[in-house]
């Protein structure tokens, strides 16, 4: 993500390896939706529309969401798995 300019909205398809503390293993395909706070309103809004779009075309149920670069971790990414 660092090689866009930091106020472009993206979508970011990640297929992610998933160690559980009781060993198992789990990859899921996270669809993340990243629309910066300064992001220009109409990219933004274009990235919104589009979304719907591409989480019916290749199935994706779970989507998240981020305004700030920083919160994606691996941290954060594992709470978000973690929700039900």
């Known amino acids: 993500m660092r090689d866009l300019l930091p106020n472009t909205p993206r979508f970011v398809l990640y297929s992610y390896e998933w160690r559980h ?10 669809f993340i939706f990243f629309t910066p706070a ?10 919104t529309a589009a979304k719907t779009v591409v989480c019916d075309t290749f199935r994706l149920g779970k989507t998240y969401e981020l305004r700030d670069e920083e ?11 973690s929700r039900k």
């Open 38 to 47: 300064d992001a220009n309103p109409r990219s933004a809004m274009v990235y």
């Open 21 to 30: 503390e009781d060993g198992r293993v789990q990859i899921p395909l996270c």
């Open 71 to 81: 919160t994606l971790t691996e941290r954060w990414l594992q709470q978000q798995l």
